[in-house]
């Protein structure tokens, strides 16, 4: 494996991970507090779809912090590079 192709999947794996680990506990802490029964907008859905939806939209939202934060640690020299 290449040393470019390394590093992709390294920056990857380290936005990816930490946010699934605190989506999933925040999705099981969410569920703990709150039931499906009382959510009007996750009625219609089964248990297990509402579970997932949740899980999927916690996951992205901590995906998309983690990847913002990796954005504005590069270097300004990099970010502000005249063509």
């Not at 959510?39 to 859905?45: D, G, I, T």
């Not at 901590?62 to 502000?80: S, V």
Request: net charge positive.
């Amino acid at each position: 494996m290449s040393e470019y192709v390394f590093k992709k999947v390294q920056k990857f794996s380290a936005i990816l991970w930490p946010s699934f680990l605190i989506s999933a506990i925040t999705n099981a802490l969410f569920f703990v507090f709150f039931d499906l029964q009382d959510l009007l907008f996750l009625a219609n859905f089964s248990p297990i779809s509402a579970y997932s939806m949740g899980f999927l939209f916690l996951w992205i939202t901590t995906a998309l912090t983690a990847l913002t934060t990796c954005y504005y640690l590069r270097p300004c020299h990099l970010i502000n590079k005249k063509p």
